[in-house]
């Protein structure tokens, strides 16, 4: 119950597109969604987050789209740039702390 | 903008041997964290930490496993005696905390090699 689950595990987009990541996750009491972005020999770095009051949130590029009944969060990559090859991981924690369960994680390249 | 600090970016050391990996976390912060992440791997949550004890642990992180903010800015992990499934990187985080949004600041990782 206190998994996350991601999908796809890569994902391959051509500049310009739309790069798509799904999460879902079964535990009800989760209530803070964070995507983190992760470059090669760095640190997972917090990209975007929403919580479970607002069904969709924007920043610049990047979307996140959340689904309370269904238990799934995705993140839109508008515009996607060579840039944002990177992993991306979702997760997940509850309001009691800071314990993130994450994702698996989508190698995502994109190419120019 | 603030960063969390991790020493060393890089040990390899044989197994059995103790590891101890520093951190110096954001210094506003009060809580503090250890994850690991297996090559290839997702994120791993080892443990949580705050008013200077363990909030939470997870499974993997058993006894061999220690941490301690021995001076008020440092935070470490100590392995006491490593095993070869112990190579991971090992990143470091820390928050301001609370309740709401709980932004974790992550560390660039040190890398663990156990031979």
Redesign the interface.
């Known amino acids: 119950q206190q998994q996350v689950k991601q999908s796809p595990q890569s994902l391959i987009v051509q500049k310009g597109g739309i790069s798509i990541i799904n999460c879902a996750y079964e535990n009800t009491a989760f209530d803070?969604f964070?995507w983190?972005q992760q470059f090669p020999?760095?640190?997972?770095?917090?990209l975007i987050?929403i919580?479970p009051d607002v069904s969709e949130k924007k920043e610049g590029r990047f979307t996140i789209s959340f689904n309370k009944s269904a238990k799934q969060f995705s993140l839109h990559i508008m515009d996607s740039q060579p840039g944002d090859s990177a992993t991306y991981?979702c997760a997940a924690?509850n309001?009691?702390?800071?314990?993130?369960?994450?994702?698996?994680?989508t190698e995502l390249s994109v190419k120019p | 903008e603030p960063e969390v600090t991790q020493t060393p970016s890089h040990q390899v050391t044989q197994m059995g041997q103790e590891v101890i990996l520093r951190c110096v976390p954001i210094s506003n912060h009060l809580y503090f964290y250890w994850y690991r992440q297996i090559l290839g791997q997702k994120v791993e949550f080892l443990v949580s930490f705050y008013n200077n004890e363990i909030s939470e642990k997870s499974e993997i992180f058993d006894d061999q496993f220690s941490v301690e903010r021995p001076d008020g800015s440092n935070f470490t992990l100590k392995i006491r005696s490593t095993k070869l499934e112990d190579s991971a990187m090992y990143f470091c985080a820390s928050s301001t905390g609370g309740f709401g949004a709980n932004v974790l600041t992550f560390g660039a990782g040190s890398r663990l090699t156990v031979l």
């Open positions: 803070y964070p983190y020999g760095k640190g997972p770095a917090l987050a919580r991981f924690s309001n009691q702390g800071g314990k993130l369960i994450f994702g698996q994680g």
